[in-house]
């Protein structure tokens, strides 16, 4: 049997465990892809950092809930649909195709 867990395995870890190792593992299997695809949006890369790592916050917090009873549940599409909907976390910078002041300027 290999050691590899699946994603729901990780995912079920980190929230009934609050399993540091599992995360670890959630993280380095899809951070570098998740940043690859909001860079595809905004080109600022500290604002891709913090949204990533606000994605992965939510995550470790359980303020993002993954439901793997879905049909056709997919964990990547589930952290890219969080990551995709979260402002940066000063508020400041939004990503929408460019990266632009939320205030408009």
């Known amino acids: 049997m ?7 395995e990780l ?4 929230a ?3 399993d540091r190792r599992a995360f670890e593992e ?3 299997r899809y ?5 690859a695809r909001l860079r595809g949006r905004c080109a600022d890369q500290a604002v891709v ?7 992965f916050l939510a995550v470790w917090r359980g303020t993002a809930r993954y439901r793997e009873d879905v049909e056709n549940a997919d964990a990547a599409g589930w952290l890219w ?5 979260r402002p940066a976390t000063d508020g400041d910078w939004v990503c929408s195709g460019v990266c632009e002041r939320a205030s408009g300027q």
């Open 11 to 14: 995912l079920r870890a980190i």
């Open 49 to 55: 950092d913090d949204v990533v790592q606000e994605t």
């Open 16 to 18: 009934a465990d609050a």
């Open 2 to 8: 290999s050691g590899t867990r699946s994603d729901g």
């Open 81 to 85: 649909r969080i990551g995709s909907r």
């Open 31 to 35: 951070a570098p892809w998740l940043t």
């Open 26 to 28: 959630l993280y380095r």
